[in-house]
């Protein structure tokens, strides 16, 4: 198992950057592969983007392929989601995941899981 804490979130105006990270705890770091989800608010919980365990590959969701990219640093057993150029709609609470498998955008399958952080764009 491992322990999964996001940070980095906040209040942004449209057009804006956020970076998010998720700090995980253990010494198996690079045996997980991470992804990060969020829920909005009445809406059910979606895959944002995941990388590969030693972060040759990430994969990101159209809904923000371009504005977003996915990243890690298995040194700091952290990884991090950068956002660009925000818009209202991803208003939500974001969630980092991990399991010691690549399970892709497969959300009822992984076993780890933060508290999230919450982000909010205004107009």
């Known amino acids: 198992q491992v322990q999964l804490v996001e940070s980095g979130g906040g209040l942004v105006q449209v057009g804006g950057s956020l970076r998010l990270s998720c700090a995980a705890s253990?010494?198996?770091?690079?045996?997980?592969?991470i992804a990060w989800f969020r829920q909005a608010p009445g809406k059910e919980r979606e895959f944002v983007a995941a990388v590969t365990r030693s972060g040759a590959n990430i994969f990101v969701s159209d809904s923000v392929k371009g504005r977003f990219t996915i990243s890690r640093d298995n040194a700091k057993n952290t990884v991090y989601l950068e956002m660009n150029s925000l818009k209202p709609e991803d208003t939500a609470v974001y969630y980092c995941a991990a399991r010691d498998k690549w399970v892709y955008d497969r959300e009822n399958e992984y076993d780890n899981w933060g508290q999230g952080t919450q982000v909010t764009v205004s107009l």
């Open positions: 253990g010494r198996t770091f690079s045996s997980y592969a």
